[in-house]
């Protein structure tokens, strides 16, 4: 079992759609990402915040909105996707830079 | 920017066998990472090496990082089909926060 909860398992969602992905953690870890993953590629980092703020945008396109209300949650936004965003997008937490990454299962995306 | 090569791409080994995968650093780092990712699951995390020439055991999961803390390697002794997945390295990268994975090796075991 992880201690990373992502919802949902599994979107679809149309190119003008608006949708949301949730992450949850209750470590009292500091650091948050998001990861993208395509198949058979490793994760690719797309956001990191620390203590709530936002430290790393990895020159992701606007349709992905990140969004950190407390520091047990966190979310992104979708809008206006494109069929090659379709992929696994992976939260995660750690306690600091430094520390191991706790992943979550995972939100698998398509986007028709 | 910062890259972790990892090889080989792909390892199919026989039930019993041993299985070793490499991760190479132009730069020296701080310390490695490592992941194992079943099919259709999450990377969970393996093992942190920080010091130079480190070597860490995990039952049959043996970690090392190099002299020069450039590269570093697992290696599993008398693989079981338990063992399948694909294992990630991951070095720190330039900013603090970046982790930069390497391309994975993906091990399939005959039974």
């Known amino acids: 079992d992880t201690e990373v909860t992502q919802t949902p398992k599994h979107l679809v969602m149309g190119m003008t759609n608006k949708k949301s992905l949730k992450c949850e953690q209750h470590?009292?870890?500091?650091?948050m990402y998001w990861y993208k993953q395509k198949a058979k590629k490793p994760p690719e980092l797309m956001f990191v915040?620390?203590?709530?703020?936002?430290?790393i945008n990895e020159s992701v396109p606007s349709r992905f909105s990140p969004e950190c209300p407390n520091s047990s949650l966190l979310n992104l936004h979708l809008h206006a996707l494109q069929p090659e965003d379709s992929a696994l997008y992976l939260c995660?937490?750690?306690?600091?830079?430094?520390?191991?990454?706790?992943f979550g299962e995972g939100s698998r995306l398509t986007v028709l | 920017g910062q890259q972790v090569m990892q090889i080989p791409q792909y390892q199919h080994v026989q039930e019993g066998e041993d299985f070793t995968t490499y991760c190479n650093s132009s730069?020296?780092?701080?310390?490695i990472q490592w992941y194992k990712q079943r099919p259709g699951g999450h990377p969970v995390f393996l093992i942190q090496?920080?010091?130079?020439?480190e070597v860490k055991k995990q039952k049959r999961l043996t970690f090392q990082f190099g002299e020069a803390k450039k590269n570093s390697s697992l290696h599993i002794t008398a693989t079981q089909t338990t063992d399948v997945g694909t294992y990630f390295c991951?070095?720190?990268?330039?900013?603090?926060?970046?982790?930069?994975f390497g391309d994975g090796t993906t091990l399939t075991v005959k039974p």
């Open positions: 730069t020296t780092l701080s310390n």
């Open positions: 991951a070095g720190p990268g330039a900013n603090a926060g970046k982790s930069t």
């Open positions: 915040y620390s203590y709530e703020k936002l430290s």
């Open positions: 090496l920080v010091k130079s020439g």
């Open positions: 470590m009292g870890h500091r650091a």
């Open positions: 995660a937490s750690s306690q600091d830079y430094h520390g191991e990454l706790f």
